[in-house]
């Protein structure tokens, strides 16, 4: 049984940066793949980035070259650190984890282990 710790998140103004952290607790080859990804009221989860532990990442085009997710494998920790943060980045943000992302490292339909959630909320 995996289980995602997520921390971190909060409030910011339009143009700061947050960091937000997710430690997992099972296998290796239980979290191959981990990811953050965010759901606004009224719109569906989508993926912001990712990475395998072999090392390769996926960022969504709406967060590229404004954050940047690294992962320590020694501790099977994540974190995604989020800069120039605009108020169309407000959301929950998930951490999930999937030892195959069957659909893809980016689509939510192919973790089946998700963190609890937490807020982030940009003002203008």
């Known amino acids: 049984q995996v289980q995602l710790v997520e921390s971190g998140g909060g409030s910011v103004q339009a143009g700061g940066s947050l960091r937000l952290s997710c430690v997992a607790t099972g296998s290796p080859d239980a979290t191959y793949f981990m990811g953050w990804f965010r759901q606004a009221p009224g719109k569906e989860r989508e993926g912001v980035a990712a990475?395998?532990?072999?090392?390769?990442?996926t960022y969504a085009d709406s967060v590229k070259g404004r954050f940047t997710i690294s992962r320590d494998n020694e501790v099977n920790t994540i974190e995604l650190h989020m800069g120039d943060l605009k108020p169309e980045d407000t959301a929950i943000y998930y951490c999930?984890?999937?030892?195959?992302?069957?659909?893809?490292?980016?689509?939510?339909?192919?973790?089946?282990?998700w963190g609890q959630g937490t807020q982030v909320t940009v003002s203008s």
């Open positions: 990475v395998a532990r072999g090392g390769t990442v």
């Open positions: 999930a984890t999937d030892p195959q992302a069957t659909y893809g490292m980016s689509a939510p339909r192919s973790y089946h282990n």
